[in-house]
């Protein structure tokens, strides 16, 4: 198979050269400790140590630029609390620091035991694969669950898959597929490419991109579109450098989002600012969209969401009036209940206004060489393994969304754990995944649940975290990325390799490898397409697209071609007919599935279940509002807490709160508060300031400290600071999105 058509040229790339002293290796930072990201890095290694990273100033996608985390790695990498060996631990010493050294094939064997004994017993359904969220595992998880025979597979007791899922899903009822802000990054060339055109407006919409850098996103593209004129408008409860930098700040009440996208398109369509040539051409049901948004006035908006209605207004023209916009979304669209519905009423934004496919709107986002997998897998593993005969006893709950989708409902997995409803739940395979910290709502039921009710649960990570101290029976190692090879693509722009620099250290192995190698022992891919080495592994994920990994590693990274205006070309549909990949070949303002799934068919407005309207009485005695999960410089969730330097730019968990909600309440900055509601507790350090809404407090999520002695008996006070203890284990109407940032608290300063 030749190489297939590029929009780089490779020519005086190279992936590893010497500079004096040093061998210098260009690879990617796309796994544990990491990020949503690829970025280039240049790795310094001398005499077989890595001596320094630097951010590589040819990679298109990060152009040189690093965060702290990437810049401080060696601090990962070399700590001395990293897992380097394979580890075991009776059951009946589960949260004990009782953990002895073991082999691989001693690990290995009890693993095959004991997983054995599970499925003998129950049925391979009975075992649940969790990972943790973004790098590069993403799309491997799904082949260790078919080589245990689970259907089961899926994030970790993230509530309602409240991270992308509820927007990726609900916008492909749209639009038919995956659509992103177009800040160049499909082009080598970026801000250079002659046919880009910087987005007159970015709509910055329930994250800071700049801190966050999420979802594929680096912040400093929306810097670098302002300096070449792109204006912001910013709604966020949270008064960010963005939302400073902005021409209309929207703070709104947490969990208010649709309301105010409703009244956007509203105005818009009042007013008559509306792409009327792309919605009569392009889009399905746009006359009953219009009629719907009728009573839906910024006025309406802004009693809901305390904002000014004239903002509200002056948002919408200038939305309407601008000659490209694009969206900036972040995850606080599915930290609600119905976040499902929010990430549609933006999207019919960004559609009322014609911003798809243009330069500087919203552009499709297919896999870059049709490589799948460091997004999802998709169908590679099916070569691999046999076919699953439980596929139907999947755990999706009665959820519709998750019953479309085929995915699981990680609320209905947590109470199959607990009750063996409507089967038990009984062994955990859990990849980099400290739930217990980050994602995992109700941490008080998971933890009872993981150690009390699981007959074996493997934990695979890169340091003993407090959900392996909780839970682990077997302890196994991962590799960082200096130490391993691989691919990436999680992001749809370019396709790259992961080169090592160093050799492993102590006995650690890349998640992918540990998969296979522990996964094909259970002799479901007798017979199907196997690998004898890692480069033969990464050759075969690559098979579709041109490349080996060798011939990938050559150049570095490769850019597929990439045209604008796809859907009036027909290449968006599999029949290569122009429009866009819907049951309706439009975009859908009105959508049919989502009455086939009893919900109405245009985004629609709901109050949060907790919240000063819905339940007044609840508000009564929990006044603020609470809004949890904002990023900070040093931390990739409840990673980096074991490094000195990210340390110190964030030392403790912090609640942030407006002085004169503080002054209420009798707090100063630098006060230990507790905070708390109907589900639970925890203790952060107040930060007084008034980029924050009065009636809103914020806290720090993922919260460990593993500094402390891990046989205290605390599990690195996981359970002190934790504000998940706040939130219910408990998804939106349809399966998806959960109440992370929109639940009513207390506050109260804690006397010492």
Known sequence: MSEPKTADNPEGRKWKWREGEYEVIRSSARSGPGCHDNCGVLLYVKDGKLEKIEGDPENPYNQGRLCPRCLAYKEML????????????????????????????????????????????????SIWVTQGTGRDINGYGPLMARYL?????????????????????????????????????????????????????????????????????????????????????????KL???????????????????????????????????????????????????????PYTPEWAAEICGVDADLIKEAAVKIGKAENCCLQWGVAMDHTSEGFVTGMAAYDLMALTGNFENPGGMVDAPFAFDVNVPWSGGD?????????PNQDKKICGEWPANKAMQAISPDDLLVAMETGEPYPIKAMWMMQNNALACMGAAPQRIIKALQENMDFNVVVDLFLTPTALACADVLLPAATFAERMGIYGHQPYLLGSINQAIEPLGEVKPDQVIMYEIGKKFGRGEGMEQWQ???????????????????????????????????????LRPDGQPGFNTSTGRYNFYSREMVYFGFPPFPTYEEPPESPVSAPELAEKYPLVLTTGARHWGFFHSEHRQSPSMRRLHPDPT?????????????????????????????????????????????DHAWWFPER????????????????????????????????????????????
């Open 533 to 571: 080495t890692e480069e033969e592994f990464y050759d075969f994920c690559l098979r579709k697209s041109g490349f080996t990994y060798k011939t990938l590693q050559e150049r570095s990274w490769a850019f597929p071609e990439f045209e604008y205006e796809k859907h009036k070309k027909g290449l």
């Open 240 to 294: 960010t450098w963005l939302a400073g930098k902005s021409d209309v700040f929207l703070q709104l009440r947490p969990g208010t989002d649709t309301a105010i996208a409703m009244a956007l398109c509203n105005h818009i369509i009042e007013n008559n600012l509306q792409d009327q040539e792309f919605c009569d051409c392009w889009c399905y049901g746009y006359d009953e969209f219009a009629e719907h948004l009728k």
């Open 78 to 125: 070399y700590h001395p609390d990293r897992l380097l060996y394979p580890m075991k631990r009776a059951r009946e010493d589960r949260g004990k620091d009782a953990f002895k050294r073991i082999t691989w094939d001693e690990a290995t064997e009890i693993i095959l035991e004991e997983m054995g004994k599970v499925i003998d017993t129950y049925g391979a359904e």
């Open 709 to 752: 002695d891990p046989g205290d008996g605390t599990l690195f006070g996981v359970m002190e600071s934790n504000i998940n203890k706040l939130i219910p284990m408990r998804p939106g109407k349809s399966g998806l999105g959960a109440s992370y940032k929109s639940q009513l608290c207390a506050i109260s300063k804690i006397e010492e």
């Open 380 to 388: 590679d593993w099916e070569l691999c393994t046999a076919d699953l």
């Open 149 to 237: 025979g689970t259907p089961n597979y899926g994030t970790g007791f993230l509530s309602g898959i409240a991270c992308y899922a509820p927007r990726r899903f609900s916008t492909a009822l749209k639009s038919g597929g995956l659509f992103i802000a177009d800040y160049s990054q499909y082009s080598p060339l970026r801000y250079d490419d002659p046919r880009w055109k910087a987005p007159e407006y970015i709509l910055i919409w329930g994250n800071n991109p700049v801190v966050a850098n999420s979802d594929g996103t680096l912040g400093h593209w929306v810097v670098e579109s302002m300096k070449r004129g792109s204006k912001l408008i910013t709604i966020d409860p």
């Open 655 to 699: 609640v942030l709160i407006h002085p004169a909600t503080a002054a209420k309440y009798g707090i100063e900055n630098g006060d230990w508060v507790k905070i708390e509601n109907q589900f639970g507790e925890c203790k952060q350090k107040a930060e007084l300031s008034v980029r924050l809404r009065e009636d809103t407090v914020a806290a």
